[in-house]
RNA sequence: GGACGCUUAGCUCAGCUGGUUCAGAGCGCCGCCCUUACAAGGCGGAGGUCGUAGGUUCGAUCCCUACAGCGUCCA
């Protein structure tokens, strides 16, 4: 074997051990009968996306759970894949094209489809590349893609399923159009922020009256397709007008004027103009009163020829302008206000999306939302941080219908058919469409030119993956899953809607006992949905392209290693808070890294040293447990403590409380005190057989460590893992997980060992104080009625550098000595000569003020009778012990600065 | 306007069910040290009336109420 380097250089390992595991196939999943599953479906990144912080935190936790699980004995399946996130590569690829010169429409539907798909074939792996090198590990086999032939089966199923059973309708409504994608968005993928505008007030002449109506209105270039003017009934100011007709200005139509309670009689003059085709509410407002809808924009937010040929061809915002002044040339302008409002744009490009009237499909989505809201109230399915239930439920029981058409071609195209005289059906293909609609094979029949939002096909992702609508043992093992990481933002676009999914569509589907699914638990999608942080950068901000605040995952791999990035960032990461990340907090995981490192590089060169050539053979399955002295009897109950703990965090989500304790263990633990209290063992004059166990045990305790901290750091674990002896082509990645054992956990072993620490730290703090070299030695002499000071004294040599200890009886005591107390043994390092008396008596008032105050604060506790009547007798009783170890101590403080010379 | 979250050391944050020196960690800072695993390190040290005001309790960083500031989501 050869000696490690001093540093630990990821770059040597990472892709070196990624390569051995998936080429081994240690990341597969098989169904097992014998083994309880635990699947993980992967929130589906953009096909054409590039890896960013938030995936990082996101597959890093994954990652966690899936190794956790996996060595735990699980049969860990984590089923990685993409979307083909329609709009956003749609965009890309007409991007590509028009540098061309070249529209889709040039090309026509069928080969931009396919340049489409060239697209995805050339950038499309990017990501999951990217994912590899995070060190994730997914069965890459069971790989996915939204636009796969199996998933576009299901897409195709679960719609016809719908159609026909009236879940799916078409209507003409008004959606959120955007006028750069020319498409509809559904309700959430519409931003919405606060935006200074103007508030106008126009006046509208009354036929046959000199009287006038005042509206006010933010958008006063929809003026042109206004069809009424509405007051409230109730609104005394008013009554008068309803029933008359106004006259719309620089049109010249005739409008009546109607009642409705729509009307908020408090917004500006009471009076509001009606668009119907142009404003949700107008458009309800606009149907009650079976008033005309006159659209006049075209797709890309033009006006169109229904309005006067001065504005015909405009775009909005340049025909505001000029509404606004012709209104006012006329005196149709009463006044013109500043005025905030809430302003929606299209998520993906940011252009203000217009409220449009159009054709389009939508799904019903109340009688999915009830049995979905009722399994997150029932906790079969959990969510985490619990808070998000609050958001979600407050989402179901509003939930508005989705509208799933979009007016782009990349995607699952609708599988509806329509016959030349306008009757249609959905079927799965055109001949079940001919059947369903009783025509012949001649009838032509014309596919729907729409295609379904992405997240049509991603509300199927923990089924459809599985081979779904097939019936598959994959499908009746893996499904369902147990554990959903991914951001809230997407709790309704996704979340929600998986829940929606899975439950309508998995209900009856068989079981692995082959029995059809009927209960809740069979039929929720996952079990726990763990919500992650969002990342933001130092200064609190979201991280974004088009801030470029976002540093990339791969330059921070290659300068700290995929190890240091996942360590920091889920040390970082508690439960339900945002990240504040910025690049070189990865020293804490680099740090970290290395120190294990080089814990692993101290213990194989004493294994080499001690155990001599045939050292590659140690069997490191079993921990000796002869020669214990009491490190070694603490530092298991330390590991074993180390072990539950991190269980319970794990379990409940905390992973950045998972890291601490790992961090703390090996490093304080393990590391500062462990390692260095056996090297007093290995260079001491022990028996070489006592040697041989000791270095053993070390190593079998280090093998422990590795393998709690493989799942967070999976690439220097494993690495180092293989170094401590011959493995014989097992892995890490697949071995057994710690189990915490309490018989090791041991609380007189800890207690005994925190006083010799204490202890350790009072002489520390000595040398430290009054400034005495490490490689100065110095001898101190104790009274003591604590044993353990007597039989382990030995530590004290190599971690507080004591070359000598001298148990002293009551009288004595050395004339110039600095001096502590610790659970009321009696320190004393004679520094003759060397001790400052001035720097040694500030110590010792330090010390006494702080025991003072403690005192006297206990005291106080005691001489309420409240307190040592009503709480509990242990706390009253080890408020008494508290004290008297005080002012035990406290006295002999004194009588040590006293006598102080 | 509604809902939720946050406020603890100079900075970034832990503190999960009220009581163990519970007031902590990392970074930064100061002092000493290249002690044969590690200077990406070791040892020691300074730094906070836990946002404010009340309340519950024998006891509050922790539970309740109000307020202030910041943030997110929804309307």
Known sequence: MSELPKAYNPQDVEDRWYRYWESNGLFNAEVNRNKKPYTIVIPPPNVTGMLTMGHVLNNTIQDILIRWKRMQGYEACWIPGTDHAGIATQNAVERALSKEGLNRHDLGREKFIQRVWEWKETYGGVIIQQLRKLGVSCDWRRERFTMDEGLSEA??????????????????????????????????????????GHLWHIRYPIEGSSEHAVVATTRPETMLGDTAIAVHPKDERYKKLI?????????????????????????????????????PNDFLLGQRHHLPQINIFDETAHLNESVPKRYEGLDRFECRKRVVQDLEAGGFLVKTELHVHNVGTCYRCHTVIEPYLSDQWFVKMKPLAAPALRVVHNGKVRFHPQRWEKVYEHWMTNIRDWCISRQIWWGHR???????????????????????????????????????????SSWLWPFSTLGWPKDSEDLRYFNPTDTLVTGPDIIFFWVARMIMANMEFMRGEPRLDGKPRKNEEDVVPFRDVYFTSIIRDAQGRKMSKSLGNSPDPLEVINEYGADALRFTIAYLAPLGQDVFFSVEKCEIGRNFANKIWNAGRFL????????????????????????????????????????????????????????????????????????????????????????????????????????????????????????????????????????????????KTEADMEFVQNVINAIRNIRGENNIAPSKEISVQVRSDNSVL??????????????????????????????????????YVPLEGLIDVEVERARLQKEIARLAASVENIQKKLANPNFVDRAPREVVQKEQEKLSNFEASLEKLRRNLEQLA
């Not at 399923?161 to 994608?181: A, E, Q, S, T």
């Not at 005739?254 to 009076?271: L, N, Q």
């Open 604 to 747: 194989l060169m004493n294994k080499t040293e001690i155990l001599g050539s045939n050292a590659g053979e140690l069997d490191l399955t079993t921990l000796p447990v002869e020669h214990l002295d009491l490190a070694d009897r603490w530092i298991l109950s330390r590991l074993h403590h180390a072990i539950r703990d991190y269980d319970r965090a794990l379990t409940g989500f905390h992973l950045n409380e998972t890291t601490k304790v790992l961090y703390d263990f090996i490093w304080h633990d393990f590391c500062d005190w462990y390692v260095e209290l056996v090297k007093t063992r290995f260079y001491g004059d022990e028996p070489q057989e006592v040697k041989r166990v000791v270095v053993t045990r070390a190593l079998w305790i280090f093998d422990q460590a590795l393998r709690m901290l493989h799942p967070v750091m999976p690439f220097v674990t494993e690495e180092l893992w293989q170094h401590l002896t011959d493995r014989k082509g097992q892995a890490l990645i697949r071995t057994q997980f710690p189990a915490a054992n309490e018989r090791w956990i041991d609380p």
């Open 414 to 456: 609708i599988p509806v058919y329509y016959t030349p005289d306008g009757t249609f059906t959905a079927a799965r293909s055109e001949e079940e469409a001919r059947k369903k609609l009783g025509i012949a094979a001649d009838v032509p029949l014309r596919q729907d030119e729409d295609v379904l939002d992405t997240w049509f």
């Open 155 to 196: 897409v195709k199923e679960v719609f016809v399923r719908m159609f026909d059973k009236g879940l799916i309708y078409r209507g003409k409504y008004i959606v959120n159009w955007c006028p750069f994608h020319q498409t509809a968005l559904s309700d959430d993928e519409v931003d919405y922020s606060e935006s200074n």
């Open 790 to 827: 007597e039989t382990y004294g030995s530590y004290l040599r190599k971690l507080a550098r004591v070359a000598s200890i001298r148990q002293i009886g009551s009288g004595e005591k050395p004339k110039l000595a600095s001096s502590a107390i610790v659970n009321g043994t009696e320190i």
């Open 243 to 279: 029933g008359k007709t106004a006259i719309l200005p620089l049109v010249g139509r005739k409008i009546p004027i109607i009642a409705d309670e729509f009307v908020d009689m408090t917004f500006g003059s009471g009076m509001v103009k009606v668009t119907p085709a142009h404003d």
